[in-house]
T-cell receptor
Framework: ETGVTQTPRHLVMGMTNKKSLKCEQH?????MYWYKQSAKKPLELMFV???????ENNSVPSRFSPECPNSSHLFLHLHTLQPEDSALYLC??????????????FGPGTRLTVL | DQQVKQNSPSLSVQEGRISILNCDYTNSMFDYFLWYKKYPAEGPTFLISISSIKDKNEDGRFTVSLNKSAKHLSLHIVPSQPGDSAVYFCAARGGGSEKLVFGKGTKLTVNP
């Protein structure tokens, strides 16, 4: 595997379910990100992890719970979601979050539908 | 309030011609700008970037131009190819933040 991978690629869940999204980066990067892309809206940053520590929570509801066990893996735990949470969830990584000109590499995303 | 705006949701050009994608921003603290390209069912991929100390950056068929006074940047693709058909996102960061702020994207279609 190369780059940034995400599983599952598609997920349909009910509002009472608990599920998790997984992201893995094979680039040796130190920072990982979760983004949400809703229809007709820009990508919205949700969480940032630098060296496994959460450094940003962009006012995300508590029904979204991130976990970063190491610099290569990032999870997004989902529980009691709402239909409006249906969106494309993208994971990204970057080499050095302190470096001003470092780019972020994205995974293919998980298309989430909440019924 | 959107800090990064891509006012054209779509653009259609003929193969071989120039594609010009535009992006405006409102935050004067932004000092680094990126363009990403996204194909369906894939994540965005980095295309080209520019820092605020420059006004132009070229990479093959792609040129990004920055007009700081107008808070405007553009992406030129020349010559355009059908494989360039994708959604293009403009993004910006600055003020010491690692947070990237994205525009809504412009869907480019290059017709053979």
């Amino acid at each position: 595997e190369t780059g940034v991978t995400q599983t599952p690629r598609h997920l349909v869940m009910g509002m009472t379910n608990k599920k998790s999204l997984k992201c893995e980066q094979h680039l040796g990067h130190n920072a990982m990100y979760w983004y949400k892309q809703s229809a007709k809206k820009p990508l919205e940053l949700m969480f940032v992890y630098n060296f496994k520590e959460q450094t940003e929570n962009n006012s995300v509801p508590s029904r979204f719970s991130p976990e970063c066990p190491n610099s290569s893996h990032l999870f997004l735990h989902l529980h009691t979601l709402q239909p409006e949470d249906s969106a494309l969830y993208l994971c990204a990584s970057s080499q050095d979050p302190g470096e001003p000109y470092n780019e972020q590499f994205f995974g293919p995303g998980t298309r989430l539908t909440v019924l | 309030d959107q800090q990064v705006k891509q006012n054209s949701p779509s653009l259609s050009v003929q193969e071989g011609r120039i594609s010009i994608l535009n992006c405006d921003y409102t935050n004067s603290m932004f000092d680094y700008f990126l363009w990403y390209k996204k194909y369906p069912a894939e994540g965005p991929t980095f295309l080209i970037s520019i820092s605020s100390i420059k006004d132009k950056n070229e990479d093959g068929r792609f040129t990004v131009s920055l007009n700081k006074s107008a808070k405007h940047l553009s992406l030129h693709i020349v010559p355009s190819q059908p494989g360039d058909s994708a959604v293009y996102f403009c993004a910006a960061r600055g003020g010491g933040s690692e947070k990237l702020v994205f525009g809504k994207g412009t869907k480019l279609t290059v017709n053979p």
